[in-house]
């Protein structure tokens, strides 16, 4: 009795904060405040994170390391290893389904076909549910549970609405996704009715799902997951830490990822920003970004800009022109507004990296490159490998640098779009019926379609003999 007890330090949590990315506005708030953008100008917001300062940075490095062998499932995952860097606190109710630890490949025959002495794929892939969206679901998941909702929203057709199936699922969340009724590929959609979520079919179009995920987000019970949940880039930025362990430490020259929403590049580059402040790396990787061509809206603004002016990531325009009708096969990467363009490309400029945009001819033919290495990706991923031969070709990137790309999903997201391209059958639109834009048809380097073959054991190995080299 009357003993005073000691006032405990500030957790982790306690001392990160949600803060405004508008420089002019930056106000900051609680994580509990479910927010999604600012309330005082509209803009995103991005987890201010209490970074932990040892005195000898190694010691967080040797910690992460001894983790890998663990049984314990929060220090299995390749999010929750690395607890240290993130806004939970000790005693989280932590969503794993074990997302991360994915591998790195030399890709030998995609490093000659770009111009490299090698090159090295990191694929994201190999998650869960078969794309990088799941490092970020589970931070996001996490946060709902603590938010103590009952519901997580989104509205997606793709890798999105997947990962946030699984991972309510796995958090005892009720899972729903919004979607334009008529419009809807029940291929796209398959994981998540597997997953149990609830597919909301809404008589009207995409924007208008994304408009009532928003207003149903006011609703206390409702958690949004959408691109614009800050939450996701937190789970995201780990990858830069796992990525940096597998390359033994050794800052790679160049990272090339895909842009579709920016949410990837924007959360790669927090991380390594991140490692930098705490002394783990002592330069950034440039930091490349590919778009493809018929949804390119950051490419064309990059391409703009003065970058001496704009070097740094401070002075950046306002404003981004948006593409109004996107195109591109490339489904996952279809997006003509980004919601993270303003921290993608204050992370890019921070670092040196570029912008760019590659053809869908492009594109498939990096693919086909990719699968040759037996490693395979999603067609959004192939930009990547695109936009390095077009880096290495403009002298932004030399023969002998070393480069690591981000594939971001796996190769059985999009099987159409593999038989389309060996068959000679893939194509971008449908042509005008008045001709004034035909079908552009994609008439790949690297096809490789099914041969009919009688059934006799002669014809079989007449066949084989043909084509070997
Ligand atoms: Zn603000």
Not at 14 to 27: I, L, W
Not at 33 to 60: A, F, K, M, N
Request: glycine content about 8%; charged content about 20%.
């Amino acid at each position: 009795m009357g003993q005073k007890l000691a006032k405990a330090a500030p957790s982790q949590a306690e001392k990160s904060a949600q803060r405004c990315t508008n420089f002019a506005c930056g106000s900051s708030y609680g994580l509990l405040e479910r927010i999604y953008v600012c309330p005082r100008c509209g803009e995103t917001l991005e987890i201010e994170c209490s970074l932990p300062h040892p005195s000898d940075p190694s010691t967080l490095r040797r910690s992460w390391a001894a983790k890998v062998t663990s049984k314990l499932p929060r220090d299995a995952s390749g999010v929750w290893r690395y607890h240290d860097m993130l806004p939970f606190e000790e005693n989280a109710p932590f969503v794993t389904l074990f997302e991360g630890n994915t591998p790195v490949f030399h890709a030998p025959r995609s490093a000659k076909y770009c111009g490299l002495s090698d090159l090295r794929l990191k694929h994201q892939g190999y998650n869960p549910t078969g794309s990088f969206k799941d490092t970020g679901m589970a931070a996001a998941m996490t946060q709902a549970v603590i938010a103590r909702a009952r519901t997580a929203v989104c509205a997606s057709t793709g890798n999105t609405s997947a990962s946030l199936a699984a991972y309510a699922a796995r958090a005892g969340l009720q899972a729903a996704v919004l979607l334009p009724r008529g419009q809807i590929s029940a291929g796209k959609l398959a994981q998540s009715l597997d997953y149990g979520a609830l597919v909301l079919e809404i008589d009207g179009n995409f924007d208008d799902c994304m408009r009532l995920v928003q207003e149903i987000g006011d609703d206390p019970s409702i958690y949004v997951a959408n691109s614009i949940n800050p939450f996701r880039i937190e789970g995201q930025k780990t990858v830069a830490f796992e990525m940096m362990e597998q390359v033994m430490w050794q800052v790679p020259d160049h990272v090339v990822v895909p842009g579709g929403n920016m949410g990837n590049s924007s959360a790669l580059g927090k991380g390594f920003q991140e490692l930098l402040e705490v002394g783990l790396i002592k330069r950034l990787p440039k930091l490349h970004v590919i778009q493809a061509e018929g949804a390119a809206p950051l490419a064309r603004l990059f391409a703009t800009l003065d970058r001496g002016k704009a070097a740094g990531g401070e002075n950046i325009p306002e404003t981004l022109t948006p593409v109004k009708d996107p195109q591109t096969l490339a489904t996952a990467i279809k997006i003509g507004a980004p919601v993270s363009w303003k921290k993608a490309l204050r992370a890019v400029l921070r670092s040196g990296g570029q912008i760019i945009s590659v053809s869908e001819k492009e594109i498939a033919d990096a693919k086909a490159m990719i699968g040759l290495d037996s490693i395979g990706c999603e067609p959004a991923s192939a930009t990547t490998v695109a936009g390095i031969k077009r880096l290495v070709t403009s002298g932004h990137i030399k023969h002998r640098e070393d480069v690591v790309a981000v594939l971001t999903g796996h190769a059985l997201k999009d099987t159409d779009y593999m038989i389309k391209y060996h068959s000679g059958a893939l194509s971008l639109g449908p042509a005008a019926k008045d001709g004034s834009t035909p079908s552009q048809t994609i008439s790949g380097a690297f096809q490789n379609a099914p041969e009919r073959v009688a059934a006799t054991k002669t014809a079989i190995l007449k066949c084989l003999d043909r084509h070997r080299s």
